[in-house]
């Protein structure tokens, strides 16, 4: 049964860099894409972005310019980076799994959901 | 990028009733992109429906998602004790980003 292990500093202050990993546990790695998504206390779940199968990367828009998510795919884990942290980001962090395969003569890409998540990992950003 | 506005904010039911969640999307999204996610306190999601209308593994058929173009819907007949929590909708295509919607609240009356 696949599991999402994360860890990283829980702890920053404004304008450092917040680094988390997610080490994909008894299940493969290759052929599935990978999310981070983050939820702010006692508040709804932001996309941050994803690494894909292919080693591409989305991200939100909201935080493209501070946001790098990078794999390593001969340890089975995926990384997210967020710089120049402030309060705003204090939140729970998620890892997730993301079920997506292209079937049919168009190749038409269906999404099959977050199927596998991470245990989630706080981050508080305080001076 | 996509809005999704979920309503009602707060559904209070009792166990043995039927829910009706719902999701509104700011402009039309394939169905093949909609999800639906159960979080209950100090958990992570669960996911329960992909497709808009299949049941992940493991959900139990009183979980049933119905809809397309902008207005979808998460049904629970029959509600058990633990089907109170949090329940999110979420589109994913092929731009994004993906969005969540803000979330309803399933409460025990």
């Known amino acids: 049964q696949v599991q999402l292990q994360q860890w990283g500093a829980g702890l920053l202050k404004p304008s450092e860099t917040l680094s988390l990993t997610c080490a994909v546990n008894g299940g493969s790695f290759s052929g599935y894409d990978w999310s981070w998504i983050r939820q702010p206390p006692n508040q709804g779940l932001e996309w941050i972005g994803e690494?894909?199968?292919?080693?591409?990367?989305n991200y939100n828009p909201s935080l493209k310019s501070r946001v790098t998510i990078s794999a390593d795919t001969s340890k089975n884990r995926f990384s997210l980076k967020l710089t120049s942290v402030t309060a705003a980001d204090t939140a729970l962090y998620y890892c997730a799994r993301v079920i997506r395969r292209r079937l049919g003569v168009a190749g038409t890409l269906y999404y099959y959901g977050m199927d596998v998540w991470g245990q989630g990992a706080t981050v508080t950003v305080s001076s | 990028e996509i809005v999704l506005t979920q309503s009602p904010g707060t559904l209070s039911l009792s166990p043995g009733e039927r829910a009706t969640l719902s999701c509104r999307a700011s402009?039309?999204?394939?169905?093949?992109?909609l999800a639906w996610y159960q979080q209950k306190p100090g958990q992570a999601p669960r996911l329960l429906i992909y497709g808009a209308t299949s049941r992940a593994t493991g959900i139990p058929d009183r979980f049933s998602g119905s809809g397309s173009g902008t207005d979808f819907t998460l049904t629970i007949n029959r509600l058990e004790p633990e089907d109170f929590a949090v329940y999110y909708c979420?589109?994913?295509?092929?731009?994004?980003?993906?969005?969540f919607g803000q979330g309803t609240k399933l409460e025990i009356k």
């Open positions: 402009q039309s999204v394939s169905s093949i992109y």
């Open positions: 979420q589109q994913y295509g092929t731009s994004p980003p993906c969005t």
């Open positions: 690494i894909t199968h292919s080693g591409s990367t």
